[in-house]
């Protein structure tokens, strides 16, 4: 695969995550793939990965991930992602992210995502401990 085709399915996974075209999405990813996510454990399966987006994706009203950077090879892309969104409860969500795509045959094989998930919580109003 060269890294123009990994680009193509990094813009599809960006268009129906946005479009919340959830069963394309899930096509994207192999029959055994594993999605890691900030506050879950590891999700292995491309019917366990739709499963979750749908949790997630419905705790927002309006949400757009924005992809900003992109750098591909044959089999592997790192992006950017300035998130912004509205969840059930009218609160305003802003944050960067980093997603590592890992592809093989055309399909993501291992998706991982990076957030900072403690200031995420702080947004939302719960207590972060902090070191003294």
Request: charge should be negative; avoid cysteine.
């Amino acid at each position: 695969m060269i890294g123009l085709e990994v680009v193509e399915v990094i813009n599809r996974y960006f268009k129906y995550v946005n479009s919340k075209d959830l069963a394309e999405l899930a096509g994207l990813f192999s029959e055994d793939a594993v999605l890691t996510y900030p506050l879950y454990p590891p999700v292995k399966g491309r019917a366990a990965i739709k499963g979750l987006y749908e949790k997630i994706l419905g705790h927002y009203v309006r949400y757009r991930d924005d992809p900003r950077i992109l750098f591909a090879d044959e089999n592997r892309a790192v992006v950017e992602i300035g998130f912004e969104g509205t969840n059930s409860m009218g609160q305003k969500i802003e944050f960067e992210a980093v997603d590592l795509f890992f592809l093989e045959e055309g399909q993501i094989k291992t998706l991982k995502i990076f957030y900072d998930s403690a200031r995420l919580l702080q947004d939302l109003g719960f207590r972060i401990l902090k070191p003294e």
